[in-house]
């Protein structure tokens, strides 16, 4: 009896042991799927976020460099028209120029520093919408007359931007005007011909 007995009791043993090994085992091929998929969604959407993040950032590197070079350029002429020099032979100011060309006999050098006075030549590149400078220290040469036009081969390229640049000079009123896209930006030179007032609004020239 007592042998019996002890059989019995031993016998319930065997179901917790198996419910014990069911709790052990491990996650199961669809749960690992699921996983997965979430982990590439959240990966993906943290890839768009930053992806936006560096475009707006690149887009916002190249804008402000672009007003950096057209301010830097502004600039210079501003300066080289303000300190252009009067021709008492002739009795004007020493810039010449047509649409996309400008010469002016200046005091603000930009490559040749310690020359004191040089002619200073722009002339646009429609075809690559980009500004040519040219610059020389024997200002005084006949042959840089108002007739001059450099070839690009020997000028250097100063401007290229997604706006196309223009230059124009109005010898009647004494004026260089730069055009970048749709602006438009008028430099008088400080020593203008007797009788002639600058005017300093567009609207009013116009």
């Given at each position: 009896?007592?042998?019996?007995?002890?059989?019995?009791?031993?016998?319930?043993?065997?179901?917790?042991?198996?419910g014990t090994l069911r709790c052990q085992a491990g996650i199961?091929?669809?749960?690992?799927?699921?996983?997965?998929?979430?982990?590439?969604?959240?990966?993906?959407?943290?890839?768009?976020?930053?992806?936006?993040?560096?475009?707006?950032?690149?887009?916002?590197?190249?804008?402000?460099?672009?007003?950096?070079?057209?301010?830097?350029?502004?600039?210079?002429?501003?300066?080289?028209?303000?300190?252009?020099?009067?021709?008492?032979?002739?009795?004007?100011?020493?810039?010449?120029?047509?649409?996309?060309?400008?010469?002016?006999?200046?005091?603000?050098?930009?490559?040749?520093?310690?020359?004191?006075?040089?002619?200073?030549?722009?002339?646009?590149?429609?075809?690559?919408?980009?500004?040519?400078?040219?610059?020389?220290?024997?200002?005084?040469?006949?042959?840089?007359?108002?007739?001059?036009?450099?070839?690009?081969?020997?000028?250097?390229?100063?401007?290229?931007?997604?706006?196309?640049?223009?230059?124009?000079?109005?010898?009647?009123?004494?004026?260089?005007?730069?055009?970048?896209?749709?602006?438009?930006?008028?430099?008088?030179?400080?020593?203008?011909?007797?009788?002639?007032?600058?005017?300093?609004?567009?609207?009013?020239?116009?």
């Open positions: 009896m007592t042998g019996a007995t002890g059989m019995a009791l031993a016998a319930p043993a065997t179901p917790r042991l198996c199961t091929l669809f749960e690992l799927l699921i996983a997965v998929v979430l982990l590439g969604m959240v990966s993906t959407m943290i890839y768009s976020v930053l992806n936006v993040g560096i475009n707006f950032s690149v887009k916002g590197g190249e804008h402000l460099n672009r007003l950096a070079r057209e301010r830097n350029l502004l600039g210079l002429l501003q300066r080289q028209v303000n300190e252009a020099s009067y021709d008492l032979r002739s009795g004007k100011v020493d810039i010449s120029g047509e649409e996309g060309l400008l010469r002016i006999v200046t005091r603000q050098p930009l490559l040749h520093r310690t020359a004191g006075v040089v002619l200073a030549v722009y002339r646009v590149n429609p075809d690559e919408q980009a500004l040519y400078y040219l610059e020389k220290k024997d200002y005084f040469n006949v042959e840089y007359g108002e007739k001059f036009l450099p070839d690009f081969s020997e000028m250097r390229k100063m401007y290229a931007g997604d706006r196309p640049v223009a230059l124009a000079y109005d010898s009647g009123k004494g004026s260089v005007t730069v055009g970048l896209g749709e602006e438009e930006f008028v430099f008088f030179p400080k020593c203008l011909p007797p009788g002639v007032t600058p005017s300093f609004s567009v609207a009013e020239d116009e």
